[in-house]
C-alpha cells in the first residue's frame, strides 16, 4: 500500500467517525480534545518512514490537518452562513 493509498484510506475509513456531528458536540475542554486527537496521533504513527517525526511533522508530511484545526474550521464557516443568511428561516 503507498503512503498516498494509506492517507486515502484514514480520511476516507477513519476520520468521518472522529468528526461526526462535531459542530453540535464540539468539544470545549482540553481534556476531551487531547483525547479524540490522540486518535489521529496514533493512526499517523502506524505509516511506515514516520516513526521518527513528531505529530505536528506527521500531519505536514501526510498533508493532514490536525481536528483541532479541521474542528474550528467547519465552526468559521457555519458561523459565515449564519451571518450572511445562507441557512433558511
Known sequence: M???QIVSFYCI???PHLEY????WSPYKMM???TIEKVQ?????????LHGLSYEDRLRKLDIPSLRF????S???E???IVHGIYDK
Open 13 to 15: 475509513k477513519h476520520r
Open 21 to 24: 456531528c462535531a459542530i453540535i
Open 75 to 77: 465552526d468559521t464557516m
Open 41 to 49: 496521533k496514533l493512526a499517523t504513527k502506524q505509516v511506515t518512514g
Open 2 to 4: 503507498t503512503l498516498m
Open 70 to 73: 479541521r474542528r474550528c474550521r
Open 32 to 34: 476531551d480534545i487531547i
Open 79 to 81: 458561523v459565515f452562513k
